[in-house]
């Protein structure tokens, strides 16, 4: 709490020429209250009741110029409140997308979707609640200003008689201000928890239904109604301290006005300065303290509650690095014992891993789902630090090195043309030829042409997942980086297409490729493979692999003999089901290839490695 | 009638006794505030002639008194009023979502449902108190015109004179304002999904370093929002003076009138101080009208619980299937979505004990099939039967023991992991739970979280595949005799798939098992195969005889292998 008031104030203090010009506006309507007693006044004293009605007229007329000018007063403050509320939602927004992002960045597997109700809700929410505070508090203060100024100007005793009371209900109001901000804190909570219960029920009803569940589901949106309801009857009991506030602060001064009317009158109160002041109170003090203690404790809550939520945490983030491509020294990568776990009693996913691919391999890393192959290609992208050991990408520190790319399961294509798309990688201008035959080295050409060419728009939706990893291929191809690893990258292509792309990156000159396996038929064209089966990792050449690993050969088997032995035997082109692709064999093609070794140690790892993919394999 | 109309005045009858209340305490609370000008206005002149008036005096400290009280009741009531009608509103809208069954409930997004239950509830609950203080509110501005006109005739002409002017004035602005919010809108929309666009994309900006870049694109619409946002404020702002010089210049042009009427002895000092009471209490037809939108906005809120409390609820019978191994018939079944037969006449039987693969092509209704054969929705014509009983006279309890369902999305509750593998009609043992889990192969990747089994769900996000094995392992757990596969394995490698199915076979007990398979193996695995085509079982038959069919083979191509 002190932090945010510490923050509001912050940002009251950079905005001082928007107060100045709120308070000036605001004065002209402090200024039409003031009139609105005072004229009344001297109109009955000077004039109807001296029997000189023009001269009340005057005064009466003078009252409703003033109205006029503090209607313009009051219109124009709302130009001081859109400066302070603006601001702040254009704060809020900043913040919340920035954090959304720094958040989906740090950890992508848990890319969290509620942001956007923070940015559609409750940015607006407090945009809403601020203008109301400002609205209120502003309108309270200057009309009070205006009125009490007026009663003095009548009479001191005046003041005197209505003061204590206005103080003493703002002092009731201002009690009650922190619990009655509680009940309507439980009762956002309750609604929020409500709105959740429902949500979660109804997104998953066919669940509910099909588990017979429906008792278990009613009893807990039924608790969110109950808490709610409860909740809702707390606030309208403190609703009846809020009337008591302001019987305090605007119906009693009008008793007592009257009872202490003789002892006025003795003292030099006049009968119109008597009016004047049953005036200020009834007409300008009750109605400018019922919007206070109505609207002030709720908006109130509501914006501390909204924004305590939006304003956690919130650093900048960090400026985009550019790729440096070119250079490159020893391996293209090297892991040296390299462990890693999910952190807390989770097992290691990757145990005492070595791994050394020289400048031009192309790996294919296979292993049953969960394993944690998105795992490995995190560590060796640098997204994931590994526990201990070291990751090296052309000799840097993995962290650290930007000659590489990553193309994952889930492509990233935005809204903006093709060429904002394809040139997403690269830090420096691209020509356009580049850009053309980077798509079509991957089987994007024809898309492109299809969308309308690289100044066409792209509306993501509009994409298949397929196409998606095309575009992202092919701004991978356009960015001229020694390493790319290709996570699942090509999951939604047919085996054709993938077979395309693949070949196309193993074939860029000095390019080494690393490819998390959708298919068997990827490890087939890989100049070696890593298999990952969580006890234990072996990384060697297709035909090595056939001849000493158990795990690889049913993983080959079960790729490619689904039909499991029942097929009709050679009747027809394929075994049943099986990818009717041919895998192109060992891909060696001459280049060097780290000799065969097993790789020690990778730990049983389940499903905690793979966390990194949305929506699993 | 309309239904709406009758579900509000369903509401008010609930709260009957409380509206009625209100309504007394408002009519009061309305008496006293318009009593009170006057005798105030009487006590003020006795006391400018300098004489007592105790009598008055404890009058007007009556009504003082009575106002704040009636007005402390009326907050009290219409707030627990507010409560009560909406917590019974909730509570039916509750019972008939998870009464209608899935499919029907699919008509509304889980958002419009949430937004109906909450928002939508609370709008419609306020229709008690709204109508209650409707009456009040023309009770005081009606009651103000008359008082006034009982004082001076002249001054109600001037009011009623002046009365239009303001209504027209008022108006002018209601319309400039809804283009802007739009605008607004819009410009708010285009930030969230370009949001949405790169939170999708998490890993690619991650690992291209490029999030600064991303934050800058995503907040491009901002200056536009910004702008829309500081015209919407001005245009409030002009209405609001509009509003805030119409009041008080219709009384201080009562007051000048009765000031003349003041200094021709017409009327006295204390009466004019009323009449401008009166004045400002006549204008309360503004606030009318606001209730009258109120309640104009609780009927339109009721409206869209109207819908939700419109669909048909699925019912269920009393019977328990006799003793039986879960045979499975589907007779001449037709399901119609959208207007388009889904299934045809479709008729299919499990036998008791066996495994039966639906095979098709995408869009072929194998969910469709498997929704039917479990009763998460009724066919449109045609009959299901679980061991020779048609499933809508099975009872519910019995029905869902009976029948396990796993899906390819599953959706989980409870607040662990375990409490969501044991969520259904009836917990199972945590033993139970566990064993499901390792004939689902889940029980590796539990293990690995922070507290296992008793690790609470959201500090666990857990992938597709995942999700998937705890689906499969809250099936395991409960099923009694047919358990319904709908593609529950698709997020898992081959090698799992295998392994579950093994596990499957020998440790889960349910004996007829119904999988809708999308991989040519899961099909060669179950005794026989359903092929699915146009709506109709076009074979059914073991996959290694369909095998010999290009056409069945067809119906595998393009499935991804792992």
């Given at each position: 709490m002190p932090e945010l008031a510490a923050h509001g104030l912050r940002f009251l203090r950079r905005r001082w020429r928007v107060l100045v010009a709120l308070t000036g506006w605001s004065l002209l309507e402090a200024g039409q209250t003031f009139l609105g007693g005072y004229a009344l006044a001297r109109a009955l004293d000077t004039g109807f009741l001296a029997h000189r009605t023009a001269v009340g007229l005057y005064w009466l007329a003078a009252a409703a110029v003033g109205i006029g000018v503090g209607a313009v007063g009051t219109g124009r403050s709302f130009l001081g409140v859109a400066g302070l509320a603006e601001p702040l939602r254009d704060a809020l927004v900043t913040r919340v997308v920035t954090g959304g992002l720094r958040d989906a960045v740090a950890e992508p597997h848990r890319a969290d979707t509620a942001v956007v109700s923070r940015l559609t809700q409750q940015v607006e929410i407090a945009r809403d609640s601020f203008a109301g505070l400002v609205v209120v508090a502003r309108s309270f203060v200057f009309t009070a200003l205006g009125a009490l100024v007026g009663l003095l100007s009548l009479s001191g005793a005046l003041l005197l008689v209505v003061a204590p009371p206005l103080v003493l209900g703002l002092a009731v109001f201002a009690l009650a201000l922190r619990p009655m901000a509680r009940a309507q804190r439980a009762f956002l909570t309750a609604d929020e928890a409500l709105a959740e219960a429902v949500g979660q029920t109804a997104a998953g009803l066919r669940d509910v239904v099909a588990c017979g569940a429906e008792e278990h589901a009613a009893r807990w949106i039924r608790s969110g109604v109950d808490a709610e309801y409860t909740a809702a009857r707390v606030l309208a009991r403190w609703g009846m301290v809020r009337v008591a506030a302001l019987g305090l602060g605007g119906r009693l001064p009008v008793l007592l006005l009257l009872v202490t009317a003789p002892w006025l009158l003795d003292h030099g109160v006049t009968a119109g300065a008597l009016v004047g002041a049953m005036t200020y109170v009834t007409q300008s003090l009750l109605p400018a303290l019922q919007s206070l203690v109505q609207g002030f404790g709720g908006a109130g809550t509501r914006l501390t509650v909204v924004l305590r939520a939006?304003?956690?945490?919130?650093?900048?983030?960090?400026?985009?690095?550019?790729?440096?491509?070119?250079?490159?020294?020893?391996?293209?990568?090297?892991?040296?014992?390299?462990?890693?776990?999910?952190?807390?009693?989770?097992?290691?996913?990757?145990?005492?891993?070595?791994?050394?691919?020289?400048?031009?391999?192309?790996?294919?890393?296979?292993?049953?789902?969960?394993?944690?192959?998105?795992?490995?290609?995190?560590?060796?992208?640098?997204?994931?630090?590994?526990?201990?050991?070291?990751?090296?990408?052309?000799?840097?520190?993995?962290?650290?090195?930007?000659?590489?790319?990553?193309?994952?399961?889930?492509?990233?294509?935005?809204?903006?043309?093709?060429?904002?798309?394809?040139?997403?990688?690269?830090?420096?201008?691209?020509?356009?030829?580049?850009?053309?035959?980077?798509?079509?080295?991957?089987?994007?050409?024809?898309?492109?042409?299809?969308?309308?060419?690289?100044?066409?728009?792209?509306?993501?939706?509009?994409?298949?997942?397929?196409?998606?990893?095309?575009?992202?291929?092919?701004?991978?191809?356009?960015?001229?980086?020694?390493?790319?690893?290709?996570?699942?990258a090509t999951c939604h292509l047919d085996p054709a297409a993938e077979a395309r792309a693949e070949r196309a990156f193993a074939a860029r000159p000095g390019g080494t490729l690393v490819v998390v396996a959708h298919r068997i038929s990827s490890a087939r064209r890989a100049d070696l493979v890593l298999v990952m089966d969580g006890a234990r990792a072996m990384c060697g050449r297709h035909a090595e692999l056939l001849a000493d690993c158990g795990l690889y050969r049913d993983l080959v088997g079960q790729w490619d003999a689904v039909g499991s032995g029942s097929q009709p035997a050679g009747a027809l082109g394929y075994p049943d089901g099986v990818n009717p692709v041919a895998g192109t064999g060992l891909a060696v093609d001459g280049r060097h290839v780290v000799p065969h070794r097993a790789v020690t140690q990778v730990q049983p790892a389940g499903d905690l490695g793979h966390r990194g993919t949305l929506g699993g394999e | 009638?309309?239904?709406?109309?009758?579900?509000?005045?369903?509401?008010?009858?609930?709260?009957?006794?409380?509206?009625?209340?209100?309504?007394?305490?408002?009519?009061?609370?309305?008496?006293?505030?318009?009593?009170?000008?006057?005798?105030?206005?009487?006590?003020?002149?006795?006391?400018?002639?300098?004489?007592?008036?105790?009598?008055?005096?404890?009058?007007?400290?009556?009504?003082?008194?009575?106002?704040?009280?009636?007005?402390?009741?009326?907050?009290?009531?219409?707030?627990?009023?507010?409560?009560?009608?909406?917590?019974?509103?909730?509570?039916?809208?509750?019972?008939?979502?998870?009464?209608?069954?899935?499919?029907?409930?699919?008509?509304?997004?889980?958002?419009?449902?949430?937004?109906?239950?909450?928002?939508?509830?609370?709008?419609?609950?306020?229709?008690?108190?709204?109508?209650?203080s409707l009456v009040t509110t023309l009770i005081t501005p009606v009651g103000a015109l008359v008082a006034l006109t009982l004082i001076d005739p002249w001054l109600a002409a001037v009011f009623l004179a002046g009365g239009p002017v303001l209504v027209l004035l008022l108006r002018t602005f209601a319309r400039a304002?809804?283009?802007?919010?739009?605008?607004?809108?819009?410009?708010?929309?285009?930030?969230?999904?370009r949001l949405v666009e790169a939170l999708g994309g998490a890993r690619t900006i991650a690992a291209a370093g490029t999030a600064g870049r991303?934050?800058?694109?995503?907040?491009?619409?901002?200056?536009?929002?910004?702008?829309?946002?500081?015209?919407?404020?001005?245009?409030?702002?002009?209405?609001?003076?509009?509003?805030?010089v119409l009041v008080p210049l219709l009384q201080t042009?009562?007051?000048?009138?009765?000031?003349?009427?003041?200094?021709?002895?017409?009327?006295?000092v204390g009466e004019l101080l009323a009449a401008a009471r009166y004045a400002a209490l006549a204008t309360g037809v503004g606030a009318f009208v606001s209730r009258l939108a109120a309640l104009v906005n609780a009927r339109a809120a009721a409206a869209r619980a109207t819908e939700v409390l419109a669909l048909p609820t699925m019912l269920y019978g009393d019977r328990k299937p006799p003793f039986g191994e879960g045979q499975l018939e589907l007779r001449g079944v037709t399901v119609v979505r959208g207007g388009q037969p889904v299934l045809e006449g479709l008729d299919l039987r499990v036998p008791g004990?066996?495994?039966?693969?639906?095979?098709?092509?995408?869009?072929?209704?194998?969910?469709?099939?498997?929704?039917?054969?479990?009763?998460?929705?009724?066919?449109?014509?045609?009959?299901?039967?679980?061991?020779?009983v048609p499933v809508p006279l099975i009872d519910r309890a019995e029905l869902r023991r009976e029948v396990g369902h796993a899906f390819e999305r599953p959706v989980l509750f409870g607040t662990t992991i375990e409490d969501a593998i044991a969520y259904g009609v009836d917990a199972p043992t945590p033993q139970r739970c566990r064993a499901a889990a390792?004939?689902?192969?889940?029980?590796?990747?539990?293990?690995?979280?922070?507290?296992?089994?008793?690790?609470?769900?959201?500090?666990?996000?857990?992938?597709?595949?995942?999700?998937?094995?705890?689906?499969?392992?809250?099936?395991?757990?409960?099923?009694?005799?047919?358990?319904?596969?709908?593609?529950?394995?698709?997020?898992?490698?081959?090698?799992?798939?295998?392994?579950?199915?093994?596990?499957?076979?020998?440790?889960?007990?349910?004996?007829?098992?119904?999988?809708?398979?999308?991989?040519a193996s899961t099909a060669a695995r179950a005794d026989l195969v359903a092929w699915l085509e146009g709506g109709r079982v076009r074979a059914l038959a073991p996959h290694h005889e369909l095998w010999r069919l290009a056409d069945y083979r067809a119906v595998f191509e393009g499935v991804a292998d792992a």
């Open positions: 939006l304003v956690r945490g919130g650093a900048a983030l960090e400026a985009p690095e550019a790729h440096a491509g070119g250079e490159v020294a020893g391996a293209a990568v090297e892991l040296r014992q390299v462990s890693f776990g999910y952190g807390g009693t989770a097992r290691l996913v990757v145990h005492d891993l070595d791994l050394v691919l020289p400048v031009g391999t192309h790996l294919a890393v296979v292993g049953p789902s969960g394993i944690g192959k998105s795992t490995l290609a995190n560590l060796i992208s640098g997204l994931l630090r590994p526990d201990s050991g070291e990751v090296l990408v052309n000799g840097e520190p993995a962290g650290r090195s930007r000659s590489r790319v990553l193309i994952p399961q889930e492509a990233y294509v935005f809204s903006g043309t093709v060429r904002d798309n394809l040139r997403y990688l690269c830090a420096d201008p691209v020509p356009d030829e580049a850009l053309r035959r980077a798509a079509e080295a991957v089987g994007a050409g024809r898309l492109v042409r299809r969308l309308g060419g690289l100044d066409a728009a792209v509306d993501p939706t509009a994409l298949s997942a397929g196409e998606r990893q095309l575009l992202a291929l092919g701004r991978a191809y356009a960015c001229p980086v020694p390493l790319v690893l290709l996570d699942e | 009638m309309r239904t709406e109309d009758r579900l509000l005045l369903a509401a008010l009858r609930h709260s009957a006794r409380r509206t009625v209340f209100l309504c007394l305490t408002s009519a009061a609370g309305s008496a006293a505030a318009l009593l009170l000008p006057t005798a105030l206005g009487h006590t003020l002149d006795l006391l400018l002639r300098h004489r007592a008036a105790p009598h008055l005096m404890l009058l007007c400290a009556a009504l003082v008194g009575a106002s704040v009280a009636l007005d402390a009741a009326q907050t009290l009531l219409s707030g627990t009023t507010d409560a009560k009608t909406t917590a019974w509103l909730r509570d039916r809208l509750l019972h008939r979502i998870l009464g209608v069954g899935p499919y029907a409930a699919a008509r509304f997004t889980p958002g419009d449902l949430a937004a109906r239950c909450t928002g939508n509830a609370a709008t419609a609950g306020t229709a008690a108190t709204a109508t209650a304002s809804s283009d802007c919010v739009s605008r607004y809108q819009r410009a708010q929309a285009a930030i969230a999904s991303e934050a800058a694109r995503v907040l491009e619409p901002l200056p536009e929002l910004s702008r829309e946002g500081h015209r919407m404020w001005r245009i409030q702002g002009r209405a609001t003076a509009q509003a805030a042009a009562v007051l000048a009138v009765g000031g003349i009427r003041l200094a021709t002895g017409h009327l006295s004990g066996s495994t039966v693969a639906v095979v098709g092509r995408s869009g072929a209704g194998k969910s469709v099939l498997a929704a039917v054969a479990g009763r998460l929705t009724d066919p449109d014509a045609g009959e299901v039967l679980l061991d020779g390792r004939a689902a192969r889940a029980d590796g990747f539990v293990s690995l979280l922070p507290d296992a089994y008793r690790t609470e769900r959201a500090r666990a996000p857990l992938s597709g595949g995942e999700t998937q094995r705890l689906g499969l392992a809250r099936a395991f757990a409960h099923c009694g005799r047919l358990l319904i596969l709908d593609d529950a394995t698709s997020s898992l490698d081959s090698v799992t798939e295998l392994q579950i199915s093994q596990a499957l076979a020998h440790d889960v007990p349910a004996r007829t098992r119904l999988l809708i398979a999308h991989r």
